[in-house]
Structure formats: structure tokens, C-alpha cells
């Protein structure tokens, strides 16, 4: 990229030339390079205006006292001479581009879209009022026109990795997760590298559950140098997935190391897969760390998964305490019938058993459960026999 310099100094060159043929010697160029180099875009129109009187219609003069201007941040005056260079010539491009940056600086949205509009009418192939009009149009809610916009802007440069970024997470916000995969996928042709680019291909993977994938990338962002929650996180629950429990361990591990904390999900994970190594201890530690982030309606889904663990560690009244707990939030009707179990097979409980039994028929168990509503129906006789003999 050049320096701020050369292009400074190439500028001056240009400007050089057209005020030597207006105002002969008089105009100090070195002076107007200063104001360049020194950023003061302010002092280099005031400059300007010292020599041409203030209704200039030279479209060079008009061009350069616009664009300094727009440089110092008064939008007032670089709209009125890029308005009169628009009056000049309504075709030119680089102007209705630089009408449509000032009025979005200054929050003018319509007008903005307007000039933008005007962009494509002339250039159908313009990616960047494109992409400006595809913003612009999701800052209004229009899905539909932002999805429009960036995918022509992705169509004509399929390999421009911000476009290709933008309009696949747009294409996730819409569910359209095959077609994001796509788009990415286009773009990495051209840079295998680029971790923004793998970031979304790895969110999208989460969304297809194609889990394999999704440790192949978390690996790859890993090893260049991405080391965020997100991603580790993701490479967590890609491992877990394909029962790599010790792969998903480690790197919740280096997760807590690196950032001190985790979500919801991420304890949940981790707890099943210490239960799956029985690891019950720990399992049992995460699911409360999980039961202090949960958030309604999974609460009580997680006391559920708490109680299996206290099951599994040979602890059924915990257990027991821990389905109690879980009805406080939502009714699960699985959780009757597991406390049911329970109360009858471990703790020796009758009455509690039939209690939670017939509450678990009470709730219309769906058909995929209706092994379990034979061997309650089943089981209540039984319990009834014992208890009048």
C-alpha cells in the first residue's frame, strides 16, 4: 500500500497543474501538501477558496474543495459542491458515490438509498453500492432487499471475502444454511487461510451438525492463532459429538484457562462428557455450574440430567431431590416416571412409587414413550397386589 506521503505528494503534483493554469504562480503548492500530509483538510479548502471566487464552476476546483471537505467532516459544505458537480453531470459515478457517503454520515438514509439506486442504474456491476445498499437495507428490517443486494455484490465478486462473510451470515440469519456453506466455501477458493472466512464455514457446520467438519476447522483456527471462546468452544462440542470425550475435556480445559469462564451449554458438554468417561464427580460439579447459568425453560431439563448423575453415582436420594427440584421450573413427564423408578426400586418406597407412577399417566406420555406406560400400568398392579396381601 503506498504512504500516506506518495499519495499526498501525488495529489499536490495534480492540483499543481490545474492551479498553475488558473491562478498562474500564485497559489503556494508545497503549502496546499502541508495541509495534506498534516491532515488539515479544512485549511486546504479555505486555501482554495482564497483564489477562485465562491461561484467556481470548474468541476476539478468543485471535485477537490468537495472532497476536503468531506475529509474534515463538514458534510454541510461537501454536499453543496458535489451537488453542483452533480448538476454538471449526473452520470458521474464517483460523485453520486460520494453524495451517498455524506448523507449517510449525516443519518439522510433515503437519500442515501437514492443516490445508490442512481449507482446501479449506471453501473450494474458496481459491488460496492451494492454491498452499501445491502446495509443500508437490513438498518431498515428489509431482509428481502439486503439478501437481494449482497448476494448480486457476491455474484460479481464471489471471491471478496467481506461480501462473501456478509451475505452468509445473512443467509444464516434466514436459515438458508446450505447456501452460506456455498458461499464460503466459494470465497476460501481464493484465500484457504482466512480465518474470518473459516470462522463462519465453522458456524455453519455447527448448524448442519456435521461434526467432523467442525474439528477440522476449530483445529485449523486454532492453529492459526484463534483461540476465542466461540471457537473453542465450537471445537468442544464438534469432539463431543464424535465421541471424543477426552478431545472435548481438553479443550473446555484450555478454554477455562485461556477466558476464565463458559456458558450454559458449554458446562453442559463438558458434564456429559465426564459422565461418559464416569467421571461422575465432575460431571456432577459442571451440571452445577450449568444449574447457576441455566436459563428457563432448560432448568429443569438440567435438574433432570442432574439426577441421572446422582443415580449413576449410586446417590438416589440426591437423586430423587434433584427431580423434585426440576418441577419447580417445568413439568417434564420423563422426570415422574424416572422418580417413580426410583422411589420404588432403590429406596424401597411404595407409596411414593405409585404416587409418581399415576402422576406420570397423567400426563398423556406422548406414543414414543408407550414402553414405559406398559410397564407403569404393569407395575401399578403389581404394587397393588403386594400392598393388599
Known amino acids: 500500500m503506498r504512504s500516506t506521503t ?3 505528494a501525488a495529489i499536490g503534483i495534480w492540483l499543481l497543474g490545474m492551479l498553475e493554469t488558473a491562478v498562474g504562480q500564485q497559489l503556494d503548492n508545497n503549502k496546499l501538501v502541508e495541509f495534506y500530509q498534516a491532515r488539515r483538510y479544512a485549511d486546504a479548502a479555505e486555501y482554495l477558496l482564497s483564489f477562485y471566487p465562491d461561484s467556481i464552476a470548474e ?13 474534515a467532516g463538514d458534510y454541510i459544505h461537501a454536499e453543496r459542491y458535489y451537488r453542483q458537480l452533480h448538476m454538471l453531470d449526473s452520470l458521474d459515478v464517483s460523485v453520486l458515490l460520494n453524495l451517498a457517503a455524506i448523507n449517510v454520515q449525516r443519518g439522510q438514509y433515503p437519500s442515501a438509498v437514492g443516490y445508490y439506486d442512481r ?10 453500492a451494492y454491498h452499501a445498499l445491502a446495509g443500508l437495507m437490513r438498518r431498515q428490517g428489509n431482509f428481502d432487499l439486503t439478501y437481494v443486494n449482497l448476494k448480486r455484490a457476491n455474484q460479481i465478486q464471489p471471491a471478496n471475502s467481506d461480501i462473501a462473510y456478509d451475505f452468509a451470515r445473512l443467509c444464516m440469519d434466514l436459515e438458508r444454511y446450505h447456501e452460506a456453506d456455498t458461499v464460503l466455501q466459494e470465497a476460501l477458493k481464493a484465500d484457504p487461510q ?4 473459516l470462522l463462519g464455514k465453522l458456524l455453519v457446520a455447527d448448524k448442519l451438525k456435521r461434526y467432523g467438519e467442525m474439528v477440522e476447522l476449530g483445529k485449523q483456527l486454532v492453529a492459526l492463532g484463534d483461540e476465542s471462546q466461540q471457537v473453542l468452544g465450537l471445537l468442544a462440542k464438534g469432539y463431543f459429538h464424535r465421541d471424543d470425550f477426552n478431545g472435548c475435556i481438553e479443550t473446555y480445559n484450555r478454554l477455562l484457562a485461556l477466558h476464565d469462564r463458559m456458558g450454559e451449554i458449554d458446562y453442559y458438554y463438558l458434564a456429559m462428557a465426564h459422565k461418559a468417561l464416569k467421571h461422575y464427580k465432575e460431571a456432577l460439579a459442571c451440571m452445577d455450574n450449568v444449574l447457576e447459568l441455566a436459563i428457563s425453560p432448560n432448568t429443569a431439563f438440567y435438574y433432570g440430567r442432574k439426577a441421572d448423575l446422582h443415580d449413576l453415582a449410586n446417590q438416589p436420594s440426591a437423586s430423587a431431590s434433584s427431580y423434585l427440584r426440576s418441577f419447580h421450573f417445568s413439568v417434564i413427564p420423563i422426570h415422574y416416571y424416572s422418580l417413580a423408578v426410583l422411589y420404588d426400586r432403590k429406596l424401597n418406597d411404595t407409596r411414593n412409587a405409585l404416587r409418581y407412577y399415576r402422576l406420570y399417566l397423567k400426563q398423556n406420555p406422548p406414543p414414543e414413550e408407550s414402553r414405559y406406560v406398559d410397564y407403569v400400568q404393569k407395575r401399578l398392579e403389581e404394587l397393588a397386589q403386594k400392598r393388599t396381601q
Open 6 to 8: 506518495h499519495v499526498v
Open 59 to 71: 468541476p476539478a476546483v468543485l471535485s477537490r474543495l468537495g472532497y476536503c471537505y468531506l475529509m
Open 119 to 128: 449507482v446501479v442504474a449506471i453501473d450494474t456491476n458496481h459491488v460496492g
Open 194 to 197: 482466512h480465518g474470518t472466512l
